[in-house]
């Protein structure tokens, strides 16, 4: 059963950069039918895509969030990540990664299906 | 982006009532629309995708329908572990992905 896991600082500092790492097991992240995803919810507030990477490291990134976001794959470890830059309150958040069903590779549908439980992060010096 | 509004924003329901939550586009998406459920403190939960194709093994008392601009979900039969937020999004070609703002529901 494929799970998955984000880990992490859950605090940063203002202008920092904020560094998650989503772990994947139970199966492989090399799989060629899915991207992987991240996406966050600031508290009491709606969701919020972030961006999108495939095992080849081929990524896609919400246009307003693109200046700041990095999303990298390390195949060898299972793992991809997330990186954002110049962070602000604003980016207070539980960021959630997620296997995202995409049609750039063939799905019929975009969806986000399997998801980690979530880690918050609150930016606060 | 494409600006996605359900309503209504809170809904209290009793148990075995029938639930319908509304998802409208800013602009035609087609059938290209997925449905989550979020109970507290939970990750969202993909419900139905392609407007109204339901996951493996959700519960058949759940659907939805639409296209276009104007989007459906229900719940048949409201049940107690139903409680939860519901939120729309949309995958259409133009990114970025968007979600609604969520709908939560409530047992009356």
């Known amino acids: 059963q494929l799970q998955l896991q984000e880990s992490g600082p859950g605090l940063v500092k203002p202008s920092e950069t904020l560094s998650l790492t989503c772990t994947v097991s139970g199966g492989s992240i090399s799989s060629s039918s899915y991207y992987w995803g991240w996406i966050r919810q600031p508290p009491g507030k709606g969701l919020e895509w972030i961006g999108s990477i495939y095992y080849s490291g081929s990524t896609y990134y919400n246009p307003s969030l693109k200046s700041r976001v990095t999303i990298s794959v390390d195949t060898s470890k299972n793992q991809f990540s997330l990186k954002l830059s110049s962070v602000t309150a604003a980016d207070t958040a539980v960021y959630y990664c997620?296997?995202?069903?995409?049609?750039?590779?063939?799905?019929?549908?975009?969806?986000?299906?399997?998801w980690g439980q979530g880690t918050m992060v609150t930016v606060s010096s | 982006d494409i600006q996605m509004t359900q309503s209504p924003s809170s809904l209290s329901a009793s148990v075995g009532d029938r639930v319908t939550i509304t998802c409208q586009a800013s602009q035609d998406i087609s059938n290209y629309l997925n449905w989550y459920q979020q109970k507290p403190g939970k990750a969202p939960k993909l419900l139905i995708y392609?407007?109204?194709n339901l996951e493996t093994g959700v519960p058949s008392r759940f659907s939805g329908s639409g296209s276009g601009t104007d989007f459906t979900f229900t719940i048949s039969s409201l049940q107690p572990e139903d409680i939860a937020t519901y939120y729309c999004q949309q995958y259409d070609n133009l990114l970025p992905y968007t979600f609604g703002q969520g709908t939560k529901l409530e047992i009356k």
């Open positions: 997620a296997r995202h069903v995409n049609r750039i590779v063939g799905a019929t549908f975009d969806a986000f299906d399997i």
């Open positions: 392609d407007a109204s």
